[in-house]
T-cell receptor, first 113, second 112 residues
Framework: GDSVTQMEGPVTLSEEAFLTINCTYT??????LFWYVQYPGEGLQLLLK?????DKGSNKGFEATYRKETTSFHLEKGSVQVSDSAVYFC????????????FGIGTKLQVIP | DADVTQTPRNRITKTGKRIMLECSQT?????MYWYRQDPGLGLQLIYY???????NKGEISDGYSVSRQAQAKFSLSLESAIPNQTALYFC???????????FGPGTRLLVL
């Protein structure tokens, strides 16, 4: 079945460090891919998305590229801030009719000053 | 004001009690969802509803029931709570296929 794999973390970085959170997926066909972010005490909110191969989603300095050949959608940011501390969820949604969203387990990021 | 609200935000109950978690939205979306979040497991879908008359089971519906009272309201009930239902519960909405989901702030439930 459809699945999403990401490391649980926590990932601890110093402010201004480069961030990569890996995400790989298994799916039938070509799903839409998402990164959601959950700040402490809040619900998830969409960070970025990509709907077809080679698309790049970007928002708030974060980027992720839909790589069909490696079935990946890694999240990157060139210079993290303390305010980026949160849990990041990779997710996929299939095509055709109703396809539920499958979430990864979430990666906790802690940025220290 | 928040587009998706959940009440209560925190709840402690005892084994065997019936409880209801409520969700309201002002986004005008037809689709609503209930998820459960557990550490190390991510989010699991409990129930989803495409409109008031269309309710579907998700991957972990056993022990739960739902009611879609109106387009804007979707309630989750635990008929007889058990300790392994202790978790963080999220309501979400969306508008049509391939769309973004909008989440409420969550309800933290502890079953003793």
């Amino acid at each position: 079945g459809d699945s999403v794999t990401q490391m649980e973390g926590p990932v601890t970085l110093s402010e201004e460090a480069f961030l990569t959170i890996n995400c790989t997926y298994t799916a039938t066909g070509y799903p839409s891919l998402f990164w959601y972010v959950q700040y402490p005490g809040e619900g998830l909110q969409l960070l970025l998305k990509a709907t077809k191969a080679d698309d790049k989603g970007s928002n708030k300095g974060f980027e992720a590229t839909y790589r069909k050949e490696t079935t990946s959608f890694h999240l990157e940011k060139g210079s993290v801030q303390v305010s980026d501390s949160a849990v990041y969820f990779c997710a996929q949604r299939g095509t055709g009719g109703y396809q539920k969203v499958t979430f990864g387990i979430g990666t906790k990021l802690q940025v220290i000053p | 004001d928040a587009d998706v609200t959940q009440t209560p935000r925190n709840r402690i109950t005892k084994t065997g009690k019936r409880i209801m978690l409520e969700c309201s939205q002002t986004k005008g979306h037809d689709r609503m969802y209930w998820y459960r979040q557990d550490p190390g497991l991510g989010l699991q879908l409990i129930y989803y509803s495409f409109d008031v008359k269309d309710i579907n089971k998700g991957e972990i519906s056993d022990g739960y029931s739902v009611s879609r009272q109106a387009q804007a309201k979707f309630s989750l009930s635990l008929e007889s709570a058990i300790p392994n239902q202790t978790a963080l519960y999220f309501c979400a909405t969306s508008d049509g296929p391939q769309e973004t989901q909008y989440f409420g702030p969550g309800t933290r439930l502890l079953v003793l």
